[in-house]
């Protein structure tokens, strides 16, 4: 099954605590971004990666990192998490070319900083 | 920056009626697409609309899209209560428009709620 595969779902961590969010595809797809969405802000883009160690900042990048080292997974870092990262993020990727189909998103991730 | 704005922010009908959602947004784009997410869950893309086509269906789903008014709408017909969900427009930056990071930019969404 073609799938956006994000992990935990759900994690509770403390302020200053380094995490990491994993996001994986199987679609090979070459684009793949991640986006939080918060009440009344909706979802907005942190980092988008158009092909293997190629990433640039999206909208609201600001205490975040990522990587990809590899077509298929585009992990989000949290070096020092803060209460105001406390977010719904989700992981998505899309077949670049055209961008024709729309982009497939993971489950989510609701994470919880205290 | 949020681009797509849509209205209404909420809306509640009786099963079997249409639900006419619509969205507007600022810069020039590729392309527009909706998106439909239950209660938090992960977004399922419904229908993508390019910037040289007017409308488009698929199934119960009709877009429209005026780029002149820089304007879009979603009709559901004949509406059910699995329905009930929040959807969003989203709007894919042209490619060296001056919009900023490439990607999709969301508006705020619309709330609908079908029932019984």
């Known amino acids: 099954e073609a799938q956006v595969t994000q992990n935990p779902r759900y994690l509770i961590t403390v302020t200053g605590k380094k995490l990491t969010v994993t996001c994986s595809q199987n679609?090979?797809?070459?684009?793949m971004s991640w986006y939080r969405q918060d009440p009344g802000l909706g979802l907005r883009q942190i980092y988008y990666?158009?092909?293997?160690?190629?990433?640039d900042k999206g909208d609201v990048p600001e205490g975040y990192k990522v990587s990809r080292k590899e077509k298929r997974n585009f992990p989000l870092i949290l070096e020092s998490p803060s209460p105001n990262q406390t977010s719904l993020y989700f992981c998505?990727?899309?077949?670049?070319?055209?961008?024709?189909?729309?982009?497939?998103f993971g489950s989510g991730t609701r994470l919880t900083v205290v | 920056s949020q681009q797509g704005e849509e209205d209404p922010q909420a809306l509640s009908i009786q099963e079997g009626e249409n639900a006419t959602m619509n969205c507007s947004y600022k810069?020039?784009?590729?392309?527009l697409q909706w998106y439909r997410q239950n209660s938090g869950r992960g977004l399922v893309h419904l229908i993508l609309?390019?910037?040289?086509?007017r409308e488009k269906h698929s199934g119960r789903l009709r877009v429209t899209l005026d780029t002149s008014k820089k304007s879009s709408s979603l009709l559901i017909t004949a509406s059910r209560a699995a329905d009930t969900a929040s959807y969003f427009c989203?709007?894919?930056?042209?490619?060296?428009?001056?919009?900023?990071?490439?990607?999709?930019?969301f508006g705020k969404g619309t709330h609908l709620i079908i029932q019984p």
């Open positions: 998505a990727s899309s077949s670049y070319t055209g961008k024709s189909h729309g982009y497939t």
């Open positions: 679609m090979n797809h070459e684009y």
């Open positions: 990666s158009m092909n293997v160690e190629v990433t």
């Open positions: 810069t020039s784009i590729n392309n």
């Open positions: 609309i390019r910037s040289n086509e």
């Open positions: 989203a709007t894919d930056r042209a490619l060296y428009s001056g919009g900023g990071a490439d990607g999709l930019t």
